[in-house]
C-alpha cells in the first residue's frame, strides 16, 4: 500500500510539474510575502498573497463614514510597520468594500479591499485572488522577491 501511495504522489507532482510553464506564460511569480504599495496614500506595506482568498483585506484604524455629494465615503488610516501613517478617503462600493489601488511589482489594479482590525494578523494586507487571477503567480516556497515600481498610477 505504500508503494501505491508513493506512486500517487509521483505522478501527482509530475503533472503539475509538465502543467506549470504553460500556465506560466506572461505571468509574473511572486512570493507569498510582498511589500505592496497601496493608492492613494503612496504607503508601502507588507501584504500576504493568499490564493484562498477571494478579496483582498486591509489593516486599518479609525475608520469613519462620511458623506459626499449625497454618497457614502469612508475615512480610515493605515499605519505601515516602520510608523509612516497614510490617511486615505474612498468612495464605498459595497457596505464592506472600497475600491483601493495596489502595486505589486509593476502590475496595478484596484480591487474590492475590506477594512478591517487586522491588528492581531501578522501581516497588515491580505491580497486575495481577485488581485491575482489572470497575472500573477504565488510561489509558496520564496517571498520578497519584488518592490512596488508601478509607474503612471493614478494619484487620487
Partial sequence: MKSLYSLIATVGVTS??????VAAQGKQVVGWLENARIYPGNLVIIAKLDTGAKNSSLNASNITEV?????????????????KIAVIERKVHRIVAILLGICLGNF???????LADRSHFNYQMLIGRSFLHGNLIVDPSIKY?????CIGVPKK
Fill in 67 to 83: 458623506e459626499r455629494g449625497g454618497e457614502r465615503w469612508v475615512r480610515f488610516k493605515v499605519t505601515n510597520r516602520y510608523g
Fill in 16 to 21: 503539475l510539474a509538465l502543467v506549470s510553464p
Fill in 108 to 114: 496595478y489594479k484596484e480591487v474590492e479591499v475590506n
Fill in 145 to 149: 522577491t519584488i518592490e512596488p515600481k
